[in-house]
C-alpha cells in the first residue's frame, strides 16, 4: 500500500487533512514523534532537530554543515517508517526525502493569506499586522531552508501530485481527494518501489552514522552494497577510506561498501 506525504503551509488545515485521511484509511499518522525518535537515537537535544528543519540555515550552518547533520538524522527516523507504508506524513521534508519513490502520493495543502492570518489572530489573539509578519517570517523560513538544502522551492507545484487550495474544497473534501488519488494503480507498492525504499533506508542509516565522521558524504545503496562519495585531501584518504568501511558495515543490511574519494578542490595538483 501507498504512503502519502503532506506538505502544508502554516495554518493551511493540513495537520486536520493529514490526520483525517489517516483515520480514514486506517493508516499510521506521523509528524513532530519522529523528531522524538531521531533525538532518542542519535542523542541529539529534540530541540535541535525542530531548528534544523524549521529555521532558515545560517551562515554557519553552510559552513559547518549544521543543518545536514540533524536532517540526515530525522531522514532516517521518518524513511524507518515509510519501509513500513500505509503512512500518512504532514510537516516539512518529507517530500523531499521520497522524491524518486513510485508508490508515495505527494500531496501540497494551500490556503488563502487572509484565512491563515484568521486563524493566528484567532489562536495568538494577536493584530492583524502582527499575525501577518509572523506567517510570512515562516513562509521565508522554510523557503531558504529548501533553496539551501536541495535547491528548490517548496511552492513550486510539480514537486507534488495533488495541489489542493483549501476555500471552495474544504477540508473533508480534500480528505476525499486524497483518498481516492491515492487508491489509483499507479500510486500501488510494487516490489520494485520497495526495493528502491530499502536502498533508500539503507543509504539513510549509513549517512546518518557517517556524518559525524564526513559531513559532506553522499551515499547510495543497491541490494546491500552501499556506494559512498566523498572529498579528502590525499592525507586524509590514507584513514579515512578505512573509518568509513568500518563505520558502514555496522548497519544491519550493509553487505559491501564501495568508496571514492575526489581530491579536495583546495588540493594542489603535483
Known sequence: MPIITISRGSYSRGK???EKVAQKLDYECVARDVLLEASEEFNVPEAKLVHAI??????LDRFLYGKEKYIAYIQSALLKHFQKDNVVY????????????SHVLKVRIIADLEDRVRLVMERDK???KEALHFIRKIDDERRKWSQHLYGIDTRDPSLYDLVLHIKKITVDDAVDIICHT???ERFHTTPESQK?????FVASEVKAALIDLKPD???????????????????????LVPDIEKVAKTIPGVKEVSIQVEM???????
Not at 543497491?222 to 586524509?236: I, P, Q, Y
Not at 579536495?264 to 603535483?270: A, I, K, L, S, V
Request: proline content about 5%.
Open 16 to 18: 486536520e487533512i493529514a
Open 217 to 239: 558524504v553522499e551515499v547510495s545503496a543497491s541490494d546491500g552494497r552501499v556506494f559512498v562519495r566523498t572529498k579528502a585531501s590525499l592525507l586524509e584518504e590514507e584513514k
Open 54 to 59: 524549521e529555521d532558515a540555515p545560517s551562515f
Open 90 to 101: 504532514h510537516g516539512m521534508a518529507g517530500h523531499f526525502f521520497v522524491k524518486d519513490i
Open 196 to 200: 528502491a525504499m530499502d536502498d533508500l
Open 182 to 184: 491515492v487508491g489509483l
Open 264 to 270: 579536495h578542490p583546495m588540493e594542489p595538483y603535483d
Open 126 to 128: 494577536v493584530s492583524r
